[in-house]
């Protein structure tokens, strides 16, 4: 309800978490009852300095792995999937959806430099009243403009921006979209005007044109693709990033 989604009586709803440490599916029936939750430990590479990263592949497979068991608990058809995650973390996406590097997760050190610089360069105060929030190392924008400093040919090859919800989206769906409660974390979405920073993202050497087009909460990203719904079973309702 929460997210706008309504399923018809006896029809089945299913939840995917991707977090830090654990990706999560849940199946649960439209008036509430949880049925099933598997869960397994979200692949991760650590290095040294603190820095780590979130293979993809490895990261969607063990989505699809974890959906598909809830899939085999359910007698009937499944009316929605709501995807949630980390907002922090994210990657640079091609113009074909497919991941350029690894996922960079929100507790990631590389870009703290370059939050001190965004932050000097607009003032904490000018800053905070646009973004809702505080400079750090941890938001996407502060990532973008490490990604532009450290990898400018892998920024200029960049269709898009995608947080794991609108990455896990995008490959059940084929289409890309974000909620705002997602994007206000990105220290890229102007608060007050509710849309994209032009001026932050220009700073960040990225564009508002490549970031996720920001949905109603609830609004379905898209139907799923043939692929997906052969493997987890096809529902009658869209996938939507809430």
Known sequence: DRAGVTAPAGRYLRGLAGGATHVKAALATSSGRLVHVARAATPTRRRGGGRSGHPPDELLATADRLL??????????????????????????????????????????????????????????????????????????????????????????????????????????????????????????DVRSGGWDDALLELAGFDASRMPPVLEPGAPVGGPRREAAARLGPPSGRPGAA
């Open 68 to 189: 598909a068991a809830c899939v085999a608990r359910s007698d009937g058809p499944i009316a929605a999937l709501g995807i949630a995650s980390m907002a922090e973390a994210g990657v640079l996406l091609d113009r074909g959806g497919r991941p350029l590097g690894e996922i960079i997760p929100w507790d990631d050190p590389r870009s703290a430099a370059e939050a001190a610089w965004l932050e000097r360069t607009v003032g904490p105060a000018e800053l905070y009243a646009r973004t809702g929030l505080r400079a750090g190392a941890k938001t996407s924008l502060a990532k973008l403009r490490w990604l532009a400093t450290a990898r400018p040919a892998t920024v200029r090859r960049a269709h898009a921006w995608a947080g794991v919800a609108e990455l896990v989206a995008h490959a059940l769906t084929g289409g890309l979209g974000t909620d705002a409660s997602l994007a206000c974390r990105t220290m890229a979405f």
